[in-house]
């Protein structure tokens, strides 16, 4: 069952024992502190590994600006873009040297398709993530809705626990990368 951002804020407001909200603007603490804390933990949890459901790839448009230094070309990168995992030409996603500055992708490239982490909808998180994220916001909202360090730790350890097995879940869907290239085994030849 895909779930909205105050439905997730309301979850993790009921692990920890608070009482749940309807809007982010409702004027409670509970409120308050879900709204000022939920984007930045969820762009944190988001961008902490490459999840399969929020990788994509494009290819990236040409600035007319160029970089300063170091690199000839410039390119916008997507508005939903949280992490870079990787770059390349023709079509492929990795290969090409570049350097992430200013919101920008600078390389030598004519073209770039990049691979990287982006925002998706929160109706798109799959169960394993919304349980990650449910725990993770339990354990931030804690010390400002109940001052309770011990309570925030242990939260913190749940959400860890939560998130191992996220990634054990999100590592089953698809085929391990084989390694294309190794400079060691070359060299034996």
Known sequence: MALSAIALCSRALL???????ASFDEGTAESE????LYPSV???T???YPWKFATGQVT???LVAQPV???SMAYQLPADFLRAMSAGVA???YGLSYRIAESRLHCDADEVTLTYIFRPDEMAFPPFFDQVLIARLA???CIPLTESTSRAEFLYRLSEDEYRRAKLIDAQQDVPSAITSFPLVEVRS
Do not use: H, M
């Open 91 to 93: 079509g492929q996603g």
């Open 60 to 62: 990236l448009p040409r």
């Open 42 to 44: 969820r762009d944190a």
């Open 46 to 48: 988001l961008s902490s």
């Open 15 to 21: 692990k920890l024992g608070a009482t749940t909200i």
């Open 139 to 141: 354990a931030e909202f």
């Open 33 to 36: 502190v879900a709204a000022n």
């Open 69 to 71: 230094a170091d690199y």
